[in-house]
């Protein structure tokens, strides 16, 4: 039995420096990932595809027998992953996207005056997954970002990105704009204030790598299983978070695909914590398979892959007003779990980071 996947892109990348163009190209690439499976063995295999067809069609047959002279050798996998055909997919997404020729002249004008560093990417990315039994799933879309940071001459620093699949130059502009605006008050000079507890808001750059730290140790099956989630009390203790928190698995973007490296669909939708209570959680088959609970065709690691904390009512107009007297933290870095069986979290704050007295 056989899985095959295939990943990769069609992509323009643009690096900018002190807001000029040091370094421009394009990538076009591609990978194909193999796994056999036989007698409850599994080998698995992945190499660059040339895009010549017969060159790669040739490795491809020479990796294959060899994986079936390796694989007889390797030990029992008791809770390996079965091709099936469960239903096929086909999703190809067009965006908006900038002209190549006219990134740098619908970019450029928004950064004069400021010291930026930052990276363009833009393009077509793509992934397929088949097996022996006759299951295919394809997925490809458009997208772009541009990752930055605004300097001031005493190095502090401004972060900023904008990402989408259809480009908005108005969007764009404003956006930059707001970073500068931040930027400009980070030449003022520096507030010091001693360690407590302060009502802090946390812009959504920070609070998505809050987000994040759920898929290590949090939201996965396996994890709470083995004792070694930050979610157990919840799991275990029925304990609650806020009833403003909830957190979802939500693939209606479209801007991933459903399949998994199985060839398996998730659910277009799958609430983990919905009002502050533990819902479900992430489970892959193998997991499934191990501790005999369902699967929801969770990826291999039991990791988000898409998604979506439910928003407040606070209009972003209004948040420095609302705050009235405390931080504004625009951003954080080195998150990790300080007890993770209390579902603490230790970290810094990172770039523009505010005092706001009076609102």
């Known amino acids: 039995q056989l899985k095959l996947s295939i990943n990769g892109e069609n992509s323009q990348f643009v690096r900018f420096s002190q807001s000029k163009v040091r370094q421009s190209g394009l990538v076009d690439d591609a990978s194909l990932s193999i796994s056999l499976i036989n007698n409850g063995r599994t080998c698995t295999s992945s190499f660059t595809l040339t895009g010549n067809i017969n060159i790669d069609t040739s490795i491809a047959l020479k990796e294959l027998e060899r994986m079936r002279k390796e694989i007889v050798t390797l030990p029992l996998d ?47 990315i793509f992934t397929g997954n088949a097996n022996s039994s006759g299951q295919k799933h394809w997925f490809a879309t458009d997208t772009f970002s541009l990752d930055y940071s605004l300097i ?29 605006s931040k930027l400009r008050l980070m030449e003022k000079t520096g507030k010091k204030i001693d360690p407590g507890k302060y009502r802090t808001y946390i812009a959504p750059a920070g609070v998505a790598d809050i987000v994040g730290m759920f898929s290590w140790g949090g939201v996965g099956e396996a994890s709470i299983q083995q004792g070694d989630s930050s979610l157990c009390r919840m799991r275990q203790n ?38 502050g209570s533990l819902q479900n959680t992430l489970i ?49 870095h080195y998150l990790n779990w300080s007890d993770r069986p209390g579902g603490r979290i230790t970290g810094m704050t990172r770039y523009a980071c505010f005092w706001v007295e009076n609102g």
């Open 78 to 124: 008791l809770f390996v992953v079965v091709p099936e055909n469960t239903g096929s997919s086909w999703e190809d997404l067009n965006g908006e996207l900038l002209n190549q020729d006219d990134v740098v002249s619908a970019l450029s004008p928004a950064m004069k005056g400021v010291d930026l560093a930052g990276i363009w990417a833009s393009g077509r």
């Open 152 to 180: 001031t001459p005493d190095e502090r620093m401004v972060k900023g990105t904008y990402a989408g699949s259809h480009w908005n130059q108005d969007e764009y502009v404003k956006n930059m704009a707001s970073s500068i």
């Open 238 to 275: 029925n304990v609650k978070m806020s009833p403003c928190f909830t957190l979802s698995e939500d693939f209606t973007s479209g801007m991933v695909p459903r399949f998994n490296y199985n060839g398996e669909l998730a659910p277009s939708k799958l609430d983990l914590i919905l009002s």
């Open 284 to 332: 892959s088959t193998r997991t499934a398979k191990e501790y005999g609970v369902k699967s929801n065709f969770a990826s291999e690691h039991e990791s988000m892959r898409s998604p979506v904390l439910s928003t407040g009512e606070l209009n972003e107009d209004n948040i420095i007003q609302n705050l009235d007297k405390g931080i504004y933290l625009s951003n954080l």
